[in-house]
């Protein structure tokens, strides 16, 4: 129990567009049975990382939900435990939280009971795998004050935070959301630092009326602290627009990454719902697709994934979707390069062929009179 | 009071490594499963399980009944397993004589109704509408029934009932069947009740519900009732109706639906992650459980959590239970498959003429081909029909790489 974990899923993302219309990035549905916040809570969980802050805000509803019992992530032990923090009115305070630093400033009490050396603070919108001890032990070989994971990425780098490394992998530079990106290394938005640490510079921070912890900690003190890079070499993928989310989703359907996420130990986890099984009726056409519990399928569906509970009715054809939870699908639809929201109803005879942008469709239509 | 320790021997090689109880069912669950949620989804809360035979699947599967809300700070599940005493170390000899043997569990939450179950059967049933009726009648026991068609009742125990209900005499599968109500082995007993018929029969051998109590209560003039029950009840006992039972769950509308949202059955679940269906294969009529990978051709079959199905094979009628590995270019028919099989390349099995099993005609019939859990089957085997293989089966095992139909294949250890 070498740190407490922190995780900051406050955010709102207009980026994110419909998507974010109804719930927080954190919970959002992701590759059929998971959600995003899953795959931080797992690694914390899986690093022995036993005491857990979640610090909660915008559209939070579907992320209570989906935290409602720790148990899943094996926490809900005697020491530790799962805490989820929305801003509340106290007697010095009736601020919602005005940024990251500020909402873990507002939680400096539990910080300051903690006995964990070190905090690992953790973004929520990460697909990812990672022993956080791998980190704090980087951080300790390093002597540094602050330590970042840093991912290379393919795409477009502008809509992450970049990152220039100096020598010995300390970081010289970072710039959030630059409007040219000089390298394709962001940071994954995860911190390790020593938990004194935070706690002065939260309240320096916030006796300055500053609320920021990218831009009013990390920038502010790059020059002052010693920040350094550790390089994540393995997936990484950070949900920030509806782009990265189609192809984080879709990159479920190559093998390796499969393999990598369902296969290799230590294993994600996530709240268990006790649905049945999947069912296709006769005349289905599965090809080269993801399929989640309780889906019954009768139609074609090519590339794409089925979260859980989704319908699929007779005669209809699904090519490079991602239908979110609990979706029905009537018969005679045709659907193309789209995000269907949770709990759509399509009704029969529709047809949305997205071109070039990815579409969202999210249809309230009555579902028994199909 | 759920008995779960009896073996099922009729299933063959299924229950070599475990209880019948613990059998998969229906892609993603236990045998176990169905009176376990039944209990959950009746409100009844302290459940004890009288474990016996092959424990250890059963056990890790109930842990502390977290997926069946049974992690209760006052009752919840508690797996009872035969235990030595001073001046005596007893088997569970009967189902009665296994309550009997764990009167101070009972007596411990001091209930005044107890209900029996046993832990081999397909239903969703609510309990708590029998307590009624028991309660109701103001009846000492209770015995949950089931209408059977007469050809079938002299399988069973048939109860002959009154206009009230009451039953007034009972026969033990009886040639000639004077009615057609058939006991499911679900009982309500007073708990003072019986407890008393246990004290007084408690010498009697092999203490069975069925042939000691019912007919000890009945004549000391116990008011014993017939509680019939009309939905779905399968005893999936044999090969033959545990691979019908999972058969009919594929169908468009199923007799037994799994997807009803009041009565949902809960199991212990690990394993959290989607399917996958990739661009070769075909799957139709078919359940499939979490994290399957499907490479080749899947008809009419039923696929557990985490089976790998390889490419160009074609399963049909086939039941796959968890973990099994299929590999490339096989060839299944009405193949019933226990968990962790793993099966090589270019293998045949249920082909060939139907021939009757040569050892136990009863148990493997009707063309199904079983492979007990555990077992490997290596590459280019042809395995017939009516046949059971069980252990780690080598290229030596088989004569011209063929297991002919009706044979049987066990190794032993490893």
Redesign the interface.
């Known amino acids: 129990m070498k740190a407490l974990g922190i995780i900051l899923a406050g955010g709102n993302n207009m980026r994110m567009g419909a998507l974010a219309k109804t719930r927080a990035i954190a919970a959002i549905p992701v ?4 959600r995003c916040i899953d795959f931080a809570l797992s690694n914390m969980t899986n690093s022995d990382i036993r005491k857990v802050a979640v610090l909660t805000q915008y559209n939070a509803k579907s992320l209570d939900d989906h935290l409602r019992s720790s ?1 899943w992530w094996n926490f809900g032990r005697k020491k530790g435990g799962l805490y989820v923090f929305s801003p509340t009115l106290t007697a010095n305070n009736s601020w919602w939280y005005k940024g990251t630093a500020d909402a873990m400033w507002q939680n400096i009490d539990w910080l300051k009971q903690s006995h964990e050396p070190y905090v690992v603070i953790a973004s929520c919108n990460g697909i990812y795998k990672l022993n956080f001890n791998k980190v704090i032990d980087y951080h300790i070989e390093k002597d540094a004050d602050i330590t970042i994971v840093c991912s290379e990425i393919q795409e477009d780098a502008r809509r992450y935070g970049v990152v220039k490394f100096g020598e010995d992998g300390r970081i010289t530079e970072l710039l959030e959301k630059p409007v040219v990106a000089e390298s394709n290394t962001v940071s994954c938005g995860i911190y390790v630092m020593r938990r004194r640490l935070l706690i002065s510079l939260l309240e320096e921070s916030a006796a300055e009326d500053k609320f920021d912890f990218v831009n009013d900690i990390i920038i502010r003190y790059m020059r002052t602290k010693k920040i350094y890079g550790y390089m994540l070499n393995s997936f990484w993928n950070g949900i920030t627009n509806i782009e990265t989310y189609y192809n984080t989703n879709m990159a ?2 190559q093998p390796e990454i ?1 393999k990598f ?2 296969e290799t130990e230590p294993r994600i ?2 709240r ?1 719902e ?1 649905r ?19 889906c ?1 399928v009768n139609g074609e569906v090519v590339n794409s ?3 859980k509970g989704v319908y699929v009715g007779e005669n209809t054809s699904i090519k490079d979707c991602i239908i979110m939870n609990d979706v029905f699908i009537g018969d005679n639809v045709h659907l193309e390069r789209c995000i269907v929201e949770s709990h759509s109803t399509i009704l029969s005879g529709t047809s949305y062929l997205g071109e070039g942008e990815i579409q969202i469709i999210a249809e309230e239509n009555s579902r028994y009179d199909v | 009071m759920l008995l779960a320790g009896g073996q099922g021997s009729r299933l063959g090689v299924l229950t070599d490594n475990a209880a019948k109880p613990a059998v998969s069912f ?3 669950y236990r045998i176990i499963d169905f009176p376990l949620s039944n209990c959950t989804n009746s409100g009844i809360d302290t459940v004890g399980v009288l474990t016996q035979y092959q424990p250890l699947i059963l056990n890790t599967h109930i842990g502390i009944g ?2 069946w809300d049974l992690d209760m700070n006052d009752g919840g599940v508690t797996v009872l397993p035969p235990y030595e005493s001073v001046g005596s170390s007893e088997w569970y000899t009967g189902t009665a004589n296994a309550i009997y043997q764990n009167f101070n569990y009972i007596e411990h939450y001091d209930p005044e109704y107890v209900l029996i179950l046993s832990g081999d059967h397909i239903y969703k049933m609510d309990y708590q509408q029998m307590l009624d009726f028991h309660k109701e009648k103001n009846a000492d026991i209770t015995v949950a029934c089931i209408s059977v068609p007469l050809e079938e009742a002299s399988r069973f125990g048939i109860m002959i009932t009154d206009e009230t209900d009451k039953i007034t005499d009972f026969e033990e599968k009886p040639a000639k069947p004077r009615s057609t109500l058939a006991s499911m082995g679900i009982y309500i007993f007073r708990w003072d009740v019986l407890k008393s018929t246990l004290e007084a029969l408690k010498t009697q051998p092999n203490l069975d519900f069925g042939k000691h109590v019912l007919p000890y209560a009945k004549e000391h003039d116990r008011n014993l009732y017939a509680y019939e029950f009309s939905g779905y009840w399968k005893d999936v006992g044999t090969l033959q109706s545990y691979w019908e039972a999972n058969m009919g769950l ?1 169908d ?1 509308v199923p007799e037994f639906n ?2 009803e949202e009041f009565w ?4 212990n ?1 690990d394993l ?8 070769e ?11 399957a ?1 499907i490479y080749g051709k899947v008809h009419n079959s039923v696929i557990s959590n985490h089976v790998r199905i390889g490419k160009n094979s074609y399963i049909h009628d086939s039941i796959i239970m968890r973990n099994a590995v299929i590999g490339d270019n096989c060839y299944l028919e009405k193949t019933i498959v226990a968990d962790n099989v793993k099966i090589g390349n270019n293998v045949k099995i249920g082909v060939g003429p139907e021939v009757p099993n040569v050892f136990k005609p009863d148990i493997y019939a009707n063309g199904i081909a079983v492979l007990g859990e555990g077992s490997i089957v290596p590459d280019n085997v042809s395995i017939g029909k009516n046949t059971a293989i069980s252990g780690k089966t080598e290229e030596a095992d088989y004569k011209d790489n063929c297991l002919a139909s009706g044979e049987v294949l066990i190794k032993e250890g490893d």
Request: aromatic share 14%.
């Open positions: 590759a059929g049975t998971y148990k479920f359907l499969r996420f369902f986890f996530t268990i006790d049945p099984p999947a069912k296709y009726n006769q005349n289905t056409h599965v090809k080269n697709s993801l399929v989640s519990v309780d019954i994934l089925l979260f | 229906g892609a993603k977290m997926p594929v468009i799994l997807y949902p059955i809960y199991t679940n959290i992650s989607p399917q996958y269906i990739s661009k294969a075909e799957v139709n009529r078919t359940i499939i459980g979490d994290g990978e």
